[in-house]
């Protein structure tokens, strides 16, 4: 009986310890991929769907908050509401994708008010388009740059950054820091044997 029980606290113990290096080997990843600017390797941690999907909450409460806000979108919006429905639920959907790319991803944690500068730039428009955001163009370049150094996160910053973080399921892992005095809060899900960043939120 014994031996049972202790066969079945070492399976649970490496089952323990397998688990948090899987999210201590995809966080370091996320860090340096963020801090080396390496969109390339960031691809491999990210879920670009469940991002979209949750940016498309939080930016349809956002840019629905500020039609009723802003006496002049609020008077354009009634005058044909279904029509801009429409218009708003394109212009979300558009958003969220573009903000979901790994290069964009990148450029939102260098400067994370682009969020914020796409939203107080929307106006009930057809000719609304999404503004450029400072974009790594050539991934060889970055590559080049960043291949033989090897550095590891900066445990003192991170833990002067974070707010709080805890895991919401077995499946679930959230982050709250603050980032360039602005509030962010990332949530990782795991797949498979990797933990990738399905939401983002920025606080401002």
């Known amino acids: ?3 049972i029980i202790k066969s079945l606290l070492l399976i649970l113990s490496l089952f323990i310890l397998f688990y948090l290096l899987t ?5 370091t990843n996320i860090y ?3 801090k080396q600017e390496n969109h390339i390797n960031l691809q ?7 991002i979209s999907t949750n940016f498309k909450k939080q930016l ?32 979300i959907n558009k958003l969220s994708d573009y903000l979901s790319d790994e290069k964009i991803l990148i450029s939102l944690y260098k400067n994370p008010e682009i969020i914020k500068n796409q939203i107080d730039s929307f106006k009930l428009k057809q000719t609304q388009i999404l503004h450029n955001s400072e974009v790594p163009t050539s991934p060889t370049e970055i590559l080049d ?10 445990i003192k910053e991170l833990y002067n950054d974070t707010n709080f973080f805890f895991f919401t399921s077995l499946e679930n892992f959230m982050l709250d820091f603050s980032h ?3 509030n962010i809060i990332i949530k990782l899900n795991l797949d498979k044997v990797l933990w990738k960043i399905s939401s983002v939120e920025i606080k401002f």
Do not use: C, R, W
């Open 1 to 3: 009986m014994n031996k």
């Open 23 to 27: 999210l201590t080997y995809s966080f």
């Open 32 to 34: 340096l991929s963020f």
């Open 44 to 50: 491999n941690f990210i879920d670009k769907k469940k």
């Open 60 to 91: 349809n409460t956002i840019i629905y908050e500020k039609v009723q806000k802003e006496a002049l979108l609020k008077i354009i919006y009634s005058l044909d509401e279904k029509t801009f429905d429409i218009f708003i639920n394109d212009y």
């Open 145 to 154: 740059k960043k291949k033989f150094h090897l550095v590891g996160p900066n």
């Open 180 to 182: 360039k005095d602005i």
